[in-house]
């Protein structure tokens, strides 16, 4: 069983920085991938970028070269930071983290991100 809780967000003008955390307890040894998604009003959600616990990435093409993913192993939490936000980032970004051999998703509450022109 794993419990993820999302922190940071909120509301920042064009061309600007923000970074969401996700820390994960409980069984954390026993996750293979952790991931951000997003989704934006009317439409479907999306994998921003995910990580391996072996620290190997992958990024929307969409948000290349502006954010990145990290892990901190030493507090069991995921990062996001995101650089040179446009307003079409706006949305509700989730973290996930994917059980190794079940595949089972646990997700984060969401937390949201609003970029202003």
């Known amino acids: 069983q794993v419990e993820l809780v999302q922190s940071g967000g909120g509301l920042v003008q064009s061309g600007g920085s923000l970074i969401l955390s996700c820390v994960a307890s409980g069984d954390f040894n026993s996750i293979g991938v952790m991931a951000w998604y997003r989704q934006a009003p009317g439409k479907e959600r999306e994998l921003v970028a995910d990580i391996t616990m072996s620290g190997t990435t992958k990024y929307a093409d969409s948000v290349k070269g502006r954010f990145t993913t990290a892990i901190d192993f030493a507090e069991n939490k995921l990062w996001l930071q995101m650089n040179n936000l446009r307003p079409d980032d706006t949305a509700v970004y989730y973290c996930?983290?994917?059980?190794?051999?079940?595949?089972?998703?646990?997700w984060g509450q969401g937390t949201q991100v609003t970029v202003s022109s």
């Open positions: 996930n983290a994917e059980q190794q051999g079940t595949w089972y998703l646990y």
